[in-house]
Structures are given as structure tokens and as C-alpha cells.
């Protein structure tokens, strides 16, 4: 059991989450009986059609909000608990959709100090984790431009290095690539894979593009803020009419072995990646 | 017009004057601008002016460039020369029509605009060699010394410097505004002045709707990144005074001494004292 807790990193409890409105029967219900955990290392996928409560949830997860009813853990600390707020904070960090509205600072490498500023480090101390912070997302040639002369993409890579200067454990990452072009969405993409992978970041990654998260650990499937499905990709993507019925897609690839089986080839239903759909074909 | 104002601006060129720290820099213009209103005869704004010319010449700064901050401002400085010129009573030296000009109003007309020619370079000459931000830091850090302003000196700087982070990017988005107004027939650039600032509100409107949405989305960024003030936070980049921050103070106090001792110099210069 002491084990169990030990390596969770995110322990949401049954919560529910109200937009409060002046007249009370026009009360938003944006989460209902949600209930989920995540371990330290994850790479989970958040996914849902617009109004399913997804960036509810993620302001849940950083203390931004809190539960109207049930609780939130993060590496065992409530976030309804005052005293842990800031800890909670440092330790689960979150990228916003918007490069351009998270941005404090003038100079890039200032804004990647910003946090760690905030949490009080000593100056020489703040000085190494931005070096190291900004070789993670390989940003370091960019360190004393303005954020206005660089791509969104790049914006996002400077976003993410803000948060890696806190050293936290976790990463929420909140539809971080919606607003980017494609070649900006394989960056990012590229930097929190190798997050995951490299540094054992916990990442959570909510998101409406589905080849974004074929190969996370898990994905959490909401709708009209329930969760409807969790899984792992393979588990999750079989299911084509169920996630079109929610407004969602599957990968192409998925979308294709599904039309081919209608069509009466004999293929597997759960092929994410253009390379395991050659391989099948070739068989 | 708004083109020629230079105040405000930052002209890198990297001489020595813009590599002294930012509080030097705001020290040095206070005490110029304080002992400015002190000198009472030409000597001193000769003094003035000499020193002036020379930190110009070290700073690197074209002097077209620092010159071209004064046009903005050739009405307020002509309606005050004009003013005093006329108004101020005393031994009459010459009269055009009903209106006579003074021995004391010329005096008087001319030191007013002799400050204000003076004030208006040597500020500028601060912001010209002065990045925006070390410019806030100094700020912040100086502002520590005003009674009231203190406890807000942190929030007033990090106003300051999200300002000037949003600046261009408010830009772009006036331009992006102005032109998907225009692609739907909008016209920003007949008519009298009435009709186009009325034809500004289209602009206006999502602007500021758009600035709100960024204020909120950014101050839950900053929260999310455990921003809770200026209590407790430590910064990456500390000013550190150098060497030449000392010379420079030296200087402050040679200009300080020096022009309070020109008031005490009693030979008349163009005007009889």
C-alpha cells in the first residue's frame, strides 16, 4: 500500500467541479465523478471534444481551481490544502495553449528565470537551471532574443523550458500545440517525448489531435465531463463509431484499417502508425 | 509627430555610458534634473551645456538623433518663451504694439527655455542609452527610496516590463484587426477627423477584448508558475555597480558642486544680474 502511494503522482478522487452562476439552476456541471490516477513516468493522453471538461481538469491538477466536491492529490499533497499550494505548483508545472499569453518577460531567458525567481532560488542556482532548461528544448542560440521574434512553436519550447527551470515532476500539458503550425506541433512534440522518455517526466497531454498520443502509456477519454474510456491507445482507438459519436477522431492510420475491414480485408483494428500499417499490408 | 518624440527610446551603440548601471544612470539624471532648476545665471547653463555635450560625444549617440527629441516639443517651448517674454513686469527694453517685453521677462524667457531644452536631452539621454529593461530594474530598485511608492515597487516594475513585453504583440494584433476591418470595407484614412475616429472603434473593440483575454489567461500563467509578488523572490540577474559606476558618481558629485558654485559667480552674462 505504502508502495502503491509512493509512486502515484496524481490521485484524483471522485471530484466534481461546478462553474457557479449567478442563478443557481444555471449552474455549469463541468466535471462529474472523476475518478483516475497517474503514476511517476506516465505518458498520459487527456482527450475530448470541446466542452468535455478537459481544460477544467487540467486547472484542477495545478491548484489553479479546486473540486467542488471530492479531492485532488498531487505527490500526496491535497490542493485544497493552503499550506501545500505552492509545492504543488513547483511540483506539477502546466503549459497553456496560448504561447503568446504566458510569456512574462522580455528576453527569453529571463522569462525561463521567471519561475524559478518566484520559488526563491538563489541567483547563481537560477543561472544553471536556465542553461540546463533551455538545452533541454534546445533553445539556448535563442536565450537573449525577444518571444515576439520567434515562431509559436518555438514560443511553446521556451514555455515548456519555464517550467523545467522549476524542476517539477510533472508536466500538464494543455492542448499545447492547438494553436501551432505543423512544423511547430513536431517540435513541441518531439520536446515532451523526450521529456518522458529521457528525463522520466510525468507528462500529461491534453490534446484533440489523436496522432499526438499513439504511443503515450494511457489515454483518458472525456465526455460531457465524464470519462466515457481509459486505455491504453490500442484499447482506445478500436473503438472508431464509439469516439465518432463523441466528436473525436482516430488516428488515420486506425481510421483506414477500420474502412478496410468494412470492406471486407482481413487487417488488424488496432494499427496506430503508417509503419505497423506497412507491415500488416506486407504481410 | 509621434515619430520624432526620441524619449523613451533605446539607441544601442555600446559606449561606456551605456554599459553604467541602470541606477547610476537614474541617480546621475535626478540630481541633474534637481540641480537644473538651481542655476540662476548663463555660466551655469553654459557648465550645463558643455557637460552635456561631452557625455553626448561618449555615448556614441548621433546628435541629429538626441536633437530631433526637442521638435516635439518646439510649441510647448515657444508658448513659454512667449509667455514671459510678455507677461513678466520690469524695465521696459522694447514694445510691439500694445505688448511690451522686459528686461526680466527676456531673462526670464530665456533660462525657461534653456531648462527645458536641457531637461529634455538629459533625460533623453538616459532612456537613449538604457535598455527598457535594465531601465525597469533601476526603477524598481530606486523606487525603494520614495516613502508611499515603496511597498508597490515591485508591481509597479513588473507592470512596467509586461508592458513592454505586450507592446509588439498588441501591435500585431492592431495591424491584424486593422486589416480584416479593411478587407470588410472599413476606411481608416479619408474623412474628416470625427468620421475616422469613429471609424476607429472597430478596432478598438476586439482590441481591448483581446488584451482582457490575454491579462486573464496570463495572470494564471503567472500563477501557475508560483508568482506570488515580490516578497521572498530572488532574481537571476543582480546589478552589480562597477568601476566606472564609481567615476561616474564622481562626476555626479564634480556637476553637483560645481553648478551650485556657478549661482555664486556674480559677473553678468547678457543679462545684468
Known sequence: M????????????????????????????????????????????????????KSTLSKLLNAIIFPTKGDVLVNGMNTKDREHLWDIRQTAGMVFQNPDNQLVATIVEEDVAFGPENLGVPPLEIRERVDRALATVEMQAYAHQKPHQLSGGQKQRIAIAGILAMEPECIIFDEPTAMLDPSGRREVMATIKKLNRDKNMTVIHITHYMSEIIDADRIIVLDKGKIVME????????????????????????????????EGIDIRDNILSIEEMVAALCQ | MLKDVTIGQYYPTGSIIHKLDPRTKILFTTAFVVILFFINNLWGYLAVFGLLAIIILMSKIPVGYILRGIKGLVLIILLTVILNLFMTPGTIIASIGPFNITMEGAKIATFMALRLIFLVIGTSVMTLTTSPIDLTDGMEWSMRFIPFVRRFAHELAMMM??????????????????KAQKARGANFETGNIISRAKNLIPILVPLFISAFRRADELATAMEARCYRGGENRTRMKQLVFAGRDVAAFVVMFVMVVGLLATTMINIPLLFPV
Do not use: C
Not at chain 1, 18 to 39: K, M, Q, R, S
Not at chain 1, 40 to 45: L, P, R, S, T
Not at chain 1, 234 to 250: M, Q, R, T, W, Y
Open chain 1, 231 to 262: 486505455g491504453t491507445p490500442e484499447k482506445i482507438f478500436k473503438n472508431v463509431l464509439a469516439l465518432k459519436e463523441i466528436g473525436l477522431d482516430v488516428p488515420q492510420m486506425t481510421e483506414l484499417a477500420f474502412e478496410l475491414r468494412k
Open chain 2, 161 to 178: 516590463s509586461i508592458a513592454l513585453r505586450f507592446i509588439p504583440t498588441l501591435m500585431e494584433e492592431t495591424d491584424r484587426i486593422m
Open chain 1, 2 to 53: 505504502i508502495n502503491e502511494t509512493k509512486k502515484r503522482m496524481i490521485d484524483v478522487q471522485n471530484i466534481q467541479f461546478i462553474y457557479p452562476h449567478a442563478n443557481e439552476e444555471e449552474n455549469v456541471i463541468a466535471l462529474e465523478g472523476v475518478d483516475f490516477h497517474i503514476d511517476k513516468g506516465e505518458f498520459v493522453g487527456i482527450i475530448g471534444h470541446n466542452g468535455s471538461g
